[in-house]
């Protein structure tokens, strides 16, 4: 009787150490496993968004669809991703490709003019404190601009 309860406690103890080796294994291969790179789509919205200075609702109006539509594509939870991923990328000015991939740059990084490029120019001569308050007011005059044009259509 003594052998029995020697031979299960050792089968125990290896199948305890069997499963703790596999969960190990199975970590460092997640951590080993490259990023899904379609699986940050969500993120990529968002950072185009708040580049923007566009809240969700913003984008959801201007695509048509909700905002919880819009916070599910951020968490990559769910919702219609694919048949709005055009209007999505056109609002937030940036390619499809990038939304997809990352693999370009967003196209709202790019000046458009000279007196985008001008604009950029002075303000990274600017302080952080000055930084802030013309994004600030950059943000206002935006959404005025957006309201007007959303009033008149």
Known sequence: MLSNAVNHSVVDRLEKITY???MDQADR????AAPDP?????????????????TQA????????????VAQWETERAGQIR???????S???VSVQFLLDGSSPPMSERPENGSELALLRLYRNCTEDDRAFLLRTATRLARTAERERSGSS
């Open 20 to 22: 703790l080796m596999a």
């Open 29 to 32: 291969d997640k951590q080993d």
């Open 38 to 54: 379609a699986a940050l789509v969500g993120s990529r919205i968002r950072e185009s968004r708040l580049a923007r200075g566009m």
């Open 58 to 69: 913003d984008l959801a109006a201007a695509v048509g669809v909700t905002r919880s539509a």
């Open 83 to 89: 048949g709005n991923l055009t209007r999505i990328a």
């Open 91 to 93: 609002v937030l000015g």
